[in-house]
């Protein structure tokens, strides 16, 4: 490749950015399209070592990248977000070749096909998230207007019993009316639930407060105790001291652990061992990471992140909305939630939330 002026006429025909230097990185031509990109005159490569006249490939990984392609004569392609001499960015496809000579560069401004495409990757984000959170909002609010009706006439109902009770002063009476504060409680707090979804799902809020974790642990531990205790399932908690404050709301956090604890119960029907651990651990970026492993069957062959899909259920009458809702609360509260085979053979879901301080 010489610098002949058929050679440097034929140059200028390739669209792209083009230089070429010999072994010790000395800039031996450039085409009119390089130094249009590059907005330098020609006399500032020619002759000129590559790293004096863009010191940026210094700075970035891309010197290396040369030097390895000039060494080992093998082409590469990359696309690097480079800054100009000037201040300027832009992301460029880069290619070398090697050839007799020295190393062939060819370069071009992709900053367009970049930002369209990051722009698709987020509208096609926003999408899914709009198509779930207004598919939750049409459950919500289907399942608490249906619902709120026959809550309130139970409660009702246990207000009267309670009434008709109060005279009568024997022992098996005041358990009666202990059950029944019990039953008055627990249709207060599925109302509150339903309320809350609801108004979550419509304004995409959560009411994040510093609360103690393991407190949010403890309460949906005793919500499903009876049906583990029904299942023959056993529960272990392995708490972490370091993982005790978190930035959530609690009520919302119970739900999902709820959620996937009647999961792996639900799971673990046929399993000779029926065990659950829940477990929590601090997480890198000031996160908290909350797991509850299973000794069920496992996900199956199917990828794990399938199971998070809305009204995706392998249960006959299952609603598969529990994980979608799940998913919801913990990436509002800007936490993550995955699902995994563990090695043991169940099923593990992690999430994180934020970490919180201790309050004084
Ligand atoms: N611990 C688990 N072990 C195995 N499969 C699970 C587990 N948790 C969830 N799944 C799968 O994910 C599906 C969706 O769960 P979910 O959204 O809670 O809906 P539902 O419980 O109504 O089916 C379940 O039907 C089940 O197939
Ligand atoms: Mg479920």
């Given amino acids: 490749m010489g610098t002949g002026d058929q050679e440097r006429e034929l140059l200028q025909l390739i669209s792209e950015g083009f230089i070429f230097v010999d072994p010790d990185f000395r800039v031996l031509e450039i085409n009119a399209e390089g130094l249009r990109m590059a907005r330098r005159p020609r006399s500032d490569f020619i002759g000129r070592i590559l ?4 010191p940026h490939l210094r700075t970035s990984a891309l010197e290396a990248i040369f030097v390895k392609a000039m060494r080992d004569r093998q082409p590469v392609s990359i696309e690097h977000f480079y800054t100009w001499t000037d201040g300027r960015q832009s992301w460029l496809e880069i290619r ?3 050839t007799a000579g020295g190393l062939a560069i060819f370069y071009r401004d992709i900053s367009q096909q970049k930002k369209s495409a990051e722009e698709l990757a987020r509208a096609q984000a926003e999408l899914m998230h709009g198509s779930r959170v207004s598919a939750m909002g049409t ?6 207007h249906e619902l709120a009706q026959p809550l309130t006439a139970a409660g009702n109902y246990i207000e009267t019993c309670r009434k008709l009770l109060r005279p009568i002063a024997d022992e098996r009476a005041r358990e009666a009316r202990r059950a029944l504060d019990q ?3 627990s249709i207060r707090r599925a109302i509150d639930i339903l309320e809350r979804l609801r108004a979550f799902v419509s304004k995409g809020r959560t009411k994040a407060e510093t609360n103690d974790l393991r407190a949010i642990i403890a309460d949906a531990g005793v919500l499903v105790l009876p049906l583990a205790q029904r299942e023959g399932v056993e529960i272990r908690f392995h708490l972490d001291d370091k993982a005790h404050w978190v930035r959530a709301d609690a009520v919302q956090i119970q739900q999902v652990l709820i959620n996937l604890i009647r999961n792996a ?3 673990m029907r046929d399993s ?3 065990r659950i651990a829940i477990a929590t651990s601090p997480a890198s970026g000031n996160m908290v990471e909350v797991s509850v492993e299973d000794s069920g069957p496992g996900l199956g062959d199917a990828a794990p992140e399938t199971v998070f899909a809305p009204f ?7 609603l598969g909305v529990g994980l979608s809702i799940s998913r919801t609360i913990v990436e509002a509260h800007g936490g993550t939630i995955v699902a995994e085979n563990s090695p ?14 201790k309050p004084d």
């Fill in 139 to 144: 459950m919500a609010a289907t399942l608490s």
């Fill in 312 to 318: 995706h259920s392998s249960k006959p009458g299952g």
């Fill in 344 to 357: 043991k053979g169940g099923a593990v879901f992690r999430f994180t939330l934020p970490a919180g301080r």
């Fill in 51 to 54: 790293w004096d006249v863009a």
């Fill in 265 to 267: 119960i639900e799971a």
């Fill in 96 to 98: 070398g070749h090697r």
């Fill in 183 to 185: 039953a008055g409680g």
């Fill in 272 to 274: 000779a061992r029926k």
